[in-house]
């Protein structure tokens, strides 16, 4: 029995060693963000961000720990384009806005 337990859990790390990380997609317009999926409810790992532009001109994308402020990921977006951006959220949370395009702090807390 304690090596099925052993087994079990062995195999549990593995899959989880495995696992995809979650995609949230942005799209980005004049002055907000709109996205695809809730923001609710998340759980520290790691998350594909998808940042569309839709303001029909240059934008950026700010992402920071929501507790300490450190930038996770910045970047430039030409009209029409997408860009994606793999990172690991801790139990912090986030906040993301354009450091371009004037837009109000989205913060979002996690689990």
Known sequence: MKNLLIAIALMMSAASAWATPKVIHL????????????????????????VTNKAKKVVGF?????KTHERLEMF???????????????????????????????DVSVK
Do not use: H, K, M
């Not at 695809?36 to 790691?46: I, K, N, Q, R, Y």
């Not at 030409?78 to 109000?104: A, D, K, L, M, Q």
């Open 27 to 50: 799209d980005e317009y004049n002055g907000y963000f709109a996205a695809e999926e809730t923001l609710a409810g998340l759980e520290p790992g790691e998350y594909t961000f998808v």
């Open 76 to 106: 430039p977006l030409e009209p029409g384009e997408s860009r994606s951006t793999t990172v690991e959220i801790s139990s912090n949370g986030f906040r993301y806005r354009c450091p371009i395009n004037p837009t109000p702090w989205y």
């Open 62 to 66: 700010l992402l920071q720990d929501a």
